[in-house]
């Protein structure tokens, strides 16, 4: 047998496995979303398991993510920035991406702030407002001359300050969080409730803002837009 | 086969999709696009495993933490959902990280062919060259 049907097969037995696994009880649930609505204290009891039960989890998570968009701008730092950037420049689509993009910031606020409340969070309010940020970066990189490679880079620096102050802060207020020292908890349902999470909500928005922007920056600056 | 496990079987013919793509593909482009079509259908099995209790989004309405147990067994576990949310954000940035490492290597050899770009530098389209 040749070593690349042996691959396929390997590949077959890998993937097919989890059909032949029995599947645990279902009766166990009830329970559990009793026990993670008193444990976290908020309603969206994913952010609860995420930011409460699972915090130690989503700091190395936060971690990896900083250190992915760390490795696009070492990575591209090498490189040879376009000398210009062939833009849009159909106004329907300029109104349409600057109209996305007011949209899109008014949603990532909200989803941070009220990401324990109701559907939202830091990684999806953090992608909203990275969408926003990159719609708008594509609005301007088709109007008028670039903006100078010192301008660009001090502006990049001063972004990845913010980022990497936002994840110490995340990291400090996690280990708070599960060394136990928790903010009063307040009326459940409310907007300052649940200890820490609304705040490492909003801290994780901001990375995760911040972050893509700057991986979206990099690859239109250094590979154009089209 | 009941429907849970109708929908698991479909989702694992994606996975395997995904993998057989990463192991047979020559060029590096398609083998990190397999990987992302590997991941997409991994995050759909936990989607798919958080709703077999219940499919109702596990966010509580009403201003008291205390749940009726008979109420929650119609919630989706939260578990898998806030397991899997990880792994979106750490799978786009890894796409990003690799997307890009590959363009560098296609800026030396623009086939991106696995089997070329295995073989040591002195054989390669650039020998002699820094």
Known sequence: MSLRSLHVLAAVAVALAPLLQALPDTAANGALITALSEQTRVPNLVSGVLLYTRLYDTVAEVVVFTLASMGVVWMLSGEHPQARIHGLDDPAVLVLCRLGATMA???AVELALRGHLSPGGGFAAGVAGGTALALLLIVQSGHGPLPSEE??????????LIEKLAVLLFIVLAFLSLEGLNLPRGNFGALESGGWIPILNALMAVKVTLGSWTMVQMFIRYRGLL | MTAFRLLELLVLIAVLAGLVGLLRHRNLFLKVLAMDVTSTAVISLFVLIAARDGLITPILHGDTPVVDPQAALAYADPIPQAVILTAIVIGFSVQALLLLATTLLASRDPTLDVA????????????GQP
């Open chain 1, 105 to 107: 910031a008014l949603v």
């Open chain 1, 151 to 160: 301008a660009t880079h001090r502006n990049l620096e001063r972004t990845e």
């Open chain 2, 116 to 127: 070329e770009l295995d073989e040591p530098e002195a054989a390669g389209p650039r020998a």
